[in-house]
Nanobody
C-alpha cells in the first residue's frame, strides 16, 4: 500500500515561516489529488488546503488564506505547504493525504493514503 511521507515540521516563533513537504512513496504525486489537514491538541482534525489531481484549483480553509500556499514540484514528486505569518493557533500535527479521485478537498474520507503527521509548534 502506498505511503505518504511528510517532513518539515518544527518549532517557530509567531510571524515565522515553515515549509512542509509531502511525497507519496512509490507513486507519482501528479496522479493524486493532494490535501493537507491538521489536528490541534484536544480538537478534531481539520482541512487546511487541497488541490485537484495534477495540481490547480487549490482550496484553503479561511483561517490560512493569504498565508499558506500549496504547490507541487512534479519533477521531485513532491507537494509543499508553504506556511507564512504563522500564528500560535496554527500549532498542531499536520497530515498530508493523497486521493485517487480527481479532487477530494476537505472530504477526509475521500483520501486513500495518509502520512504519519509532522508536528508544527508556533510560539507566541
Amino acid at each position: 500500500q502506498a505511503q505518504v511521507e511528510e517532513s518539515g515540521g518544527g518549532l517557530v516563533q509567531a510571524g515565522g515561516s515553515l515549509r512542509l513537504s509531502c511525497a507519496p512513496s512509490g507513486r507519482t504525486s501528479s496522479n493524486y489529488a493532494m490535501g493537507w489537514f491538521r489536528q490541534a491538541p484536544g480538537k478534531e482534525r481539520e482541512f487546511v488546503a487541497g488541490d485537484r489531481r495534477s495540481g490547480g484549483s487549490t482550496l484553503y480553509v479561511d483561517s490560512v488564506k493569504g498565508r499558506f500556499t500549496l504547490s507541487r514540484d512534479n519533477a521531485k514528486n513532491t507537494v509543499y505547504l508553504q506556511m507564512n505569518s504563522l500564528k500560535p493557533e496554527d500549532t498542531g500535527v499536520y497530515y498530508c493525504a493523497a486521493s485517487i479521485l480527481l479532487a477530494a478537498y476537505q472530504r477526509a474520507a475521500a483520501y486513500n493514503y495518509w502520512g504519519q503527521g509532522t508536528q508544527v509548534t508556533v510560539s507566541s
